[in-house]
């Protein structure tokens, strides 16, 4: 039987392989991108689409998210620790993840004040309430209790309303604080001469 001698030999030139150099070289089969990139095959090459937050040739260098100066109107940046994501802290009157916004802590959107407190804007931005009459805390939410002085006599009950109290008097007693003992004698109730002795809530 003839044998055949095969007498050459293809030396295949960057990206290709096989006996005959008909096999294209898959570059990315060796998983060359990083970080979850996608590997894109090109001839005797590969080309990483890096996910946010990453860049280089295989996706390894962590961006710096604030080098672009995303943060507006003076805001000072921070990187997160996550990768693709930062943080602006806003100056005085902006707001907004960019502090793009222009910001009134007493606008109809964001006045704390309740009970019709008079919203004051503070230089850093941030917003104060002066209370009405009768109310306090910081936000002018409490009622102030004018009953907590004990301003009723003669054991009358207090009752507290809105800058102001009443008293609810004990029987016999009158007056704003029930400082006043009810004089039964004034109708002259006793007759024939009888001599009236004012008591408490009586007269004999």
């Not at 050459?8 to 006996?19: A, D, I, K, M, T």
């Not at 001469?193 to 008591?199: A, E, L, M």
Request: contains cysteine; glycine residues 8%; proline residues 8%.
């Amino acid at each position: 039987m003839d044998s055949t001698c095969q007498t050459y030999e293809c030396l295949c030139v960057p990206g290709w392989e096989g006996e005959f150099c008909q096999q294209e070289i898959d570059e990315c089969s060796s998983q060359p991108c990083k970080n979850s990139a996608t590997c894109t095959d090109l001839l005797n090459s590969y080309q990483c689409l890096c996910p946010q937050g990453w860049a280089g040739v295989d996706c390894s260098e962590d961006v710096d998210e604030c080098d672009s100066g995303p943060c507006l109107n003076g805001a000072q940046c921070q990187e997160s620790p996550l990768p693709g994501e930062f943080s602006c802290t806003c100056p005085p009157f902006f707001s907004g993840p960019l502090c793009n916004m222009p910001f009134d802590p007493c606008d109809s959107a964001h006045d704390p004040c309740l009970h019709n407190a008079t919203c004051l804007t503070r230089s850093d931005g941030t917003a104060a309430c002066r209370c009405r009459p009768g109310f306090q805390g910081t936000r002018c939410e409490i009622d102030t209790d004018e009953c907590i002085s004990g301003p009723c006599q003669n054991q009358g009950h207090c009752l507290d309303r809105v800058n102001s109290y009443s008293c609810d008097c004990e029987p016999g007693f009158s007056g704003h604080h029930c400082e006043e003992d009810i004089n039964e004698c004034t109708s002259r109730p006793c007759q024939n001469g009888g001599i009236c002795q004012d008591h408490v809530n009586s007269a004999l």
